[in-house]
Structures are given as structure tokens and as C-alpha cells.
């Protein structure tokens, strides 16, 4: 009686990790400060962004626009995140809580990460 081999079993590649999600979170917090700021065009948010954030933005950029100029918005200094707290509540998904300072001023933002397609995609925003 022949034995027989045992078939070698090989791992198969998930494709592409989904990035690490506080420091991708503390770069788009980063990203949408400078924007809502008026120092980064919208449109780099469209692929981190689902369609009511992304309008949602662009519709405070716009307000921005309309109610500043770029003088007084440089005078100001950019935004710096000084903290970001992640909580994962599920699988794939993730709350993030960040503080900015802006001059001498402080703000907070909330957004809720979800994986969406591979990649982390900012579904929900509130500015503060």
C-alpha cells in the first residue's frame, strides 16, 4: 500500500491591508481641517469621503468663500490636530473624536469611519 503525500497547502493573499485606522484617521482630520480652512481643494476629499460628507464640505467651503478672504483666513494659521481618540464599536468600522487648534482657538470633530471597498471611507462628520 502506496502513502500518500500530503498536498501542501498555501495562503492565499487578502489583497491589500486596510491601513492602520488612528493614524489614517489623524490624516484626514488633518485633510478636512485644511479644507474647511480654505488651504486644500474639496476635491481631495472625494475618495475618503461618501457623498453627504463630501457636499457637506463643500458646502462650508463655499459659505467659507463667501464670508472670508484669503488674507484674513492666512492670518489666522492653519489647523494642527493635537489628539485623536479612536473607539471601534464593530468590525469595520470605526468613531473617531479629534482635537484642532486654530490660533488660539479650539475645535473638536467627530466622524465615523467605515471600510468601505478596502479602504477606510468618512460617512458621518460634525464640526464643533
Known amino acids: 500500500m502506496e502513502v500518500q503525500a500530503r498536498p501542501v497547502l498555501r495562503l492565499v493573499p487578502a489583497g491589500p491591508a486596510v491601513p492602520d485606522v488612528r493614524d489614517w484617521a489623524a490624516r ?3 485633510a478636512i481641517a485644511e479644507t474647511v480652512g480654505g488651504d486644500r481643494p474639496v476635491s481631495q476629499l472625494l475618495r475618503w469621503t461618501d457623498t453627504a460628507v463630501y457636499v457637506d464640505v463643500h458646502r462650508r467651503v463655499r459659505l467659507l468663500g463667501l464670508t472670508t478672504t484669503a488674507g484674513k483666513r492666512a492670518a489666522k494659521g492653519r489647523s494642527a490636530v493635537r489628539s ?3 473607539c471601534q464599536p464593530d468590525r469595520g468600522v ?13 475645535r473638536a470633530m467627530a466622524l465615523r469611519l ?4 478596502g ?4 460617512t458621518a462628520l460634525e464640526l464643533g
Open 94 to 106: 470605526a468613531e473617531v473624536a479629534a482635537h484642532l487648534r486654530t490660533g488660539g482657538r479650539s
Open 84 to 86: 485623536v481618540h479612536v
Open 119 to 122: 479602504r477606510w471611507v468618512c
Open 28 to 30: 484626514l482630520v488633518q
Open 114 to 117: 467605515e471600510i468601505r471597498r
